[in-house]
């Protein structure tokens, strides 16, 4: 049966294949809850929910006795964004388009094989009742990364991972006997510093997380964010076993008209990037992280109707009914500088109620006073 379900799961694309039983995870939960308790996961719930469930399949599922995990390769299909131009954003290669789809196939594949047979079975994809990654590298598919990613040899830390849940009795694999060595690209690549030791990740500092949170985005990361929407691939950028899908991933993909996305309406917004994950469905998080982008975009570019047309759409945004997006709208401003961006925060300066949003306001007005090019135009 093993080796049955092997062979569908490699004939149907799959990447990487393995069993592992369905103990508990050795130090798993024990880690999740000191990540919560010092506040390296940040705002994350997702596993860090319910540890004990997640570290342990049995808890949901007690009738399990295997875990078959599963490894898909997303490049070289996703492409890569290339260098962009002004007025664009970046989406991560793993978002250019429901990359999930193949692994979900073959994960409903295995599934009904096991179910033919008379076996119980239960597909768990991007789920929190499991540490799919602990499943993944007990299993053998991929070993732990210094940069908390999972990696192969072959396809480096490009991979979705999922599982399937089974009462089925089958023999488990060995974890690979190898790891990153001495290799530590991944650290100093990440360009917020999230990567605080080998494979710990500081979610208060990662900018994949925060475009993913709900709220206001912290102000030490908004320059850093750059041309960023949804997702961050730097770290995986630098790891040096992707680098051979990396340069196989050539077409231009994952560039998105900012302007054009901030003036979609709700519904056709959620539609066109409905494999995103956004909290509660609320498109307010996709806009926010475009107009930090569109600061960033048009900073320090020349003047020009390309840029007043993304500089009238941002004051646009200072009287929209969401305090969130006219905070950012301020700041993104106050990034761009220059006359149009002040007159802009001017008339919203006398008439904005709440003092969150007028203390934006206030801060980007400096920020606009400070600039160099203003000092030039004097």
Excluded at 45 to 73: H, M, Q
Excluded at 103 to 122: I, K, N, P, S, Y
Excluded at 239 to 254: A, D, E, N, T, V
Excluded at 267 to 272: D, H, I, K, P, W
Aim: charged share 25%; with cysteine; hydrophobic share 40%.
């Amino acid at each position: 049966m093993k080796e049955l379900l092997r062979q569908i799961a490699l004939d149907a694309g799959a990447a990487g294949f393995g069993v592992t039983t369905a103990e508990e995870f050795d130090g798993v939960a024990d880690t999740l809850k000191d990540r919560v308790t010092t506040g390296l996961a940040g705002r994350t719930r997702f596993t860090y929910k319910d540890p004990e469930r997640a570290a342990d399949v049995g808890v949901s599922f007690p009738w399990a006795n295997s875990i078959v995990a599963l490894s898909w390769a997303y490049l070289p299909e996703a492409g890569s964004p290339g260098a962009g131009a002004a007025g664009e954003g970046r989406v991560a290669r793993f978002a250019t388009k429901d990359h999930y789809t193949g692994l979900d196939h073959v994960a409903g594949t295995l599934r009904r094989e096991l179910a033919g047979v008379g076996h119980r079975a239960e597909v768990l994809i991007d789920d929190d009742r499991l540490v799919d990654r602990a499943a993944a590298v007990r299993a053998g598919v991929v070993w732990w990364g210094k940069s908390s990613m999972a990696l192969d040899p072959k396809h480096g830390p490009w991979l979705l991972l999922g599982s399937v849940v089974t009462d089925a009795v089958l023999e488990p694999d060995h974890p690979m006997l190898r790891d990153c060595g001495t290799c530590d690209a991944c650290i100093p690549a990440c360009p917020t510093g999230a990567i605080i030791a080998p494979g710990v990740l500081d979610a208060n500092r990662c900018l994949a997380h925060w475009l993913q949170t709900a709220g206001v985005f912290p102000e030490a990361l908004r320059i850093p964010l750059g041309d960023r929407v949804y997702g961050c691939d730097d770290c995986l950028d630098a790891c040096p076993p992707g680098h051979k899908q990396l340069s196989r991933g050539l077409s231009i993909q994952g560039r998105v008209d900012l302007v054009g996305l901030l003036t979609t309406d709700d519904e056709a917004l959620l539609g066109r990037f409905d494999h995103f994950y956004l909290p509660g469905r609320r498109p307010r998080i996709l806009r926010r992280n475009a107009i930090i982008a569109l600061g960033n975009s048009w900073h320090d570019r020349p003047d020009g109707d390309e840029k007043s047309k993304a500089i009238d759409l941002l004051g646009s945004y200072l009287s929209h009914s969401e305090e969130v997006l006219r905070i950012h709208a301020a700041w993104a401003l106050g990034r761009i500088g220059g006359d149009e961006s002040e007159q802009h925060l001017r008339a919203r300066q006398v008439n904005e109620p709440v003092t969150e949003v007028l203390a934006e306001i206030e801060r980007a007005l400096e920020q606009v006073y400070a600039s160099p090019l203003r000092d030039m135009r004097r």
